[in-house]
T-cell receptor, first 112, second 116 residues
Framework: DAKTTQPPSMDCAEGRAANLPCNHS???????VYWYRQIHSQGPQYIIH???NNETNEMASLIITEDRKSSTLILPHATLRDTAVYYC?????????????FGQGTELSVKP | GAVVSQHPSWVICKSGTSVKIECRSL??????MFWYRQFPKQSLMLMAT?????????EQGVEKDKFLINHASLTLSTLTVTSAHPEDSSFYIC????????????FGPGTRLTVT
């Protein structure tokens, strides 16, 4: 599975959009981009995933570049409860035996 | 989303003893479960993949005789840390694949193990 590169930490003001970048330049055509987050001392929580197209759900939006070598997770109106470590993971599809391998992630601090 | 429970949520044991951690899927049958370990200030590390009715597959560097995994039913997987040592103190998290065609993977709340 392809590796990802994320900034180790980011700050965001409460109420503003948080844009978390991820580089995955060695991604293969059959690999998906997943985002999870982990609030301190809890299990990770699924946020969103995508293959080629941009995706949006009730939690966030995922923007994937046309060449698929990078993506951005957008939290449109960050709250203090969004403070967490955010992991960008590239994984093969479910039916291809892909495993979730976590990198170091980005520690997002949402400040009042 | 799926509900995954772990028991206990935290445990303290003495060096040399064994500890069993349970992972349960509460609202669907999970044929595949995963076990992760997380040391303080570090990321999650995949330890093994547990398939119901068959032997677990361990990641490179994980001692299968020390970390015994049993996936006896579609709703229960257990991880037993045998002859625990202080360096085994960690946060252990189980995870399972969503049902049917979903792509999500659900995680339990984790178990904090402290070996004294």
């Amino acid at each position: 599975d392809a590796k990802t590169t994320q900034p180790p930490s980011m700050d965001c003001a409460e109420g503003r959009a948080a844009n978390l970048p991820c580089n995955h330049s060695t991604i293969s055509g059959n690999e998906y981009v997943y985002w999870y987050r982990q609030i301190h001392s809890q299990g990770p929580q699924y946020i969103i995933h995508g293959l080629k197209n941009n995706e949006t759900n009730e939690m966030a939006s995922l923007i994937i570049t046309e060449d698929r070598k990078s993506s951005t997770l957008i939290l449109p109106h960050a709250t203090l409860r969004d403070t967490a470590v955010y992991y960008c993971i590239v994984r093969r599809g479910r039916n291809q035996g892909g495993k979730l391998i976590f990198g170091q992630g980005t520690e997002l601090s949402v400040k009042p | 989303g799926a509900v995954v429970s772990q028991h206990p949520s935290w445990v303290i044991c003495k060096s040399g003893t064994s500890v069993k951690i349970e992972c349960r899927s509460l609202d669907f049958q999970a044929t595949t479960m995963f076990w992760y370990r997380q040391f303080p200030k570090q990321s999650l590390m995949l330890m093994a993949t547990s398939n119901e009715g068959s032997k677990a597959t361990y990641e490179q560097g994980v001692e299968k005789d020390k970390f015994l995994i049993n996936h006896a039913s579609l709703t229960l997987s257990t991880l037993t840390v045998t002859s625990a040592h202080p360096e085994d103190s960690s946060f252990y998290i189980c995870s399972l694949r969503g049902p049917g065609g979903t792509y999500e993977q659900y995680f339990g709340p984790g178990t904090r193990l402290t070996v004294t």
